[in-house]
């Protein structure tokens, strides 16, 4: 199984960006896919998740501005950012796990991509 993100870059607060996670290999029926975020000196945190049940839940401080999906025929999983902040700064990573429930812990994934930059700037 690979995942690889794509789609990080530079952009000005309030902008937008859109990030894609392809998964490679992926062949379980059941699934929870999630976007990580990890800022210099922080540790990582789950910030969207999306299950095969088709439910979603987000981090407290990304609700209302990120939206996570996914495109079954391209096997990709996508996080749409809009009003960009620079708290969102961070290295950007997906994550799978052969399990249906929503979970934003880091510890119950094993399936991780290699991250993709944002930056953010004032």
């Known amino acids: 199984v690979i995942l690889e993100e794509s789609g990080g870059g530079s952009v000005q607060a309030g902008g937008s960006l859109r990030l894609s996670c392809r998964l490679t290999?992926?062949?379980?029926?059941?699934?929870?896919l999630t976007w990580f975020r990890q800022a210099p000196g922080k540790s990582r945190e789950g910030i969207a998740a999306l299950s095969s049940e088709s439910t979603t839940m987000y981090a407290d401080s990304v609700k209302g501005r990120f939206t996570i999906s996914k495109d079954n025929a391209k096997n990709t999983l996508y996080l749409q950012m809009d009003n960009l902040q620079p708290d969102d700064t961070a290295t950007y990573y997906c994550?799978?796990?052969?399990?249906?429930?929503?979970?934003?812990?880091?510890?119950?994934?094993?399936?991780w991509g290699q991250g993709t930059h944002v930056t953010v700037s004032p």
């Open positions: 290999g992926w062949t379980y029926e059941y699934y929870c």
């Open positions: 994550a799978a796990r052969p399990f249906p429930q929503l979970v934003l812990d880091r510890d119950r994934y094993h399936r």
